[in-house]
T-cell receptor, first 112, second 113 residues
Framework: EAQVTQNPRYLITVTGKKLTVTCSQNMNHEYMSWYRQDPGLGLRQIYYSMNVEVTDKGDVPEGYKVSRKEKRNFPLILESPSPNQTSLYFC???????????FGPGTRLTVL | ELKVEQNPLFLSMQEGKNYTIYCNYSTTSDRLYWYRQDPGKSLESLFVLLSNGAVKQEGRLMASLDTKARLSTLHITAAVHDLSATYFCAGRNYGGSQGNLIFGKGTKLSVKP
């Protein structure tokens, strides 16, 4: 089944404790992207990748890192999480550029 | 920098009625996207509009793009309860980085019997 998977789905952590949210797609898509969704703010793009080893900042990249070492995986790294990174995070992929995107199920992160 | 504004942000409709969601954007955008999010769920892509005058339709939803007016619309025909969801539009910065998407805040649609 074609899908985008994210892990973990739920995470409660404390300020400063490094964490990684994984994202994997099995559709051989070139484009992958991370978004955060906050009430009243809609979706905001964090980082995206047009292809392997090509990543670029979205609108809210501060406090996040990404890597794209292989086509299928696009992990989101929070080196030192802070409470303002408490949010719902979505990973998405599409065949080329941000066209018809396929979204993962979301990761709800709480930073205490 | 591209800004995307949707209105209304909340919309309560009766079944069987028609309505339109508007998506205005501030600078040139070479393409416009529409997404749907059911309550408590992830997002799904609805439409990709690539050029001025583009119109896409699926079921009771029809999206259009007017690049001169910097406006996209999502028209709902004879609404049914299953269409209750939050709808987002997003634009891509023309001339900017190809992968950068800017989203509107979303329109929460509630269709009542």
């Amino acid at each position: 089944e074609a899908q985008v998977t994210q892990n973990p789905r739920y995470l409660i952590t404390v300020t400063g404790k490094k964490l990684t949210v994984t994202c994997s797609q099995n559709m051989n898509h070139e484009y992958m992207s991370w978004y955060r969704q906050d009430p009243g703010l809609g979706l905001r793009q964090i980082y995206y990748s047009m292809n392997v080893e090509v990543t670029d900042k979205g609108d809210v990249p501060e406090g996040y890192k990404v890597s794209r070492k292989e086509k299928r995986n696009f992990p989101l790294i929070l080196e030192s999480p802070s409470p303002n990174q408490t949010s719902l995070y979505f990973c998405a992929s599409s065949p080329g550029g941000p066209a018809t995107q396929y979204f993962g199920p979301g990761t709800r992160l709480t930073v205490l | 920098e591209l800004k995307v504004e949707q209105n209304p942000l909340f919309l309560s409709m009766q079944e069987g009625k028609n309505y339109t969601i508007y998506c205005n954007y501030s600078t040139t955008s070479d393409r416009l996207y529409w997404y749907r999010q059911d309550p408590g769920k992830s997002l799904e892509s609805l439409f990709v509009l690539l050029s001025n005058g583009a119109v896409k339709q699926e079921g009771r939803l029809m999206a259009s793009l007017d690049t001169k007016a910097r406006l996209s619309t999502l028209h709902i025909t004879a609404a049914v309860h299953d269409l209750s969801a939050t709808y987002f539009c997003a634009g891509r910065n023309y001339g900017g980085s190809q992968g950068n998407l800017i989203f509107g805040k979303g329109t929460k649609l509630s269709v009542k019997p």
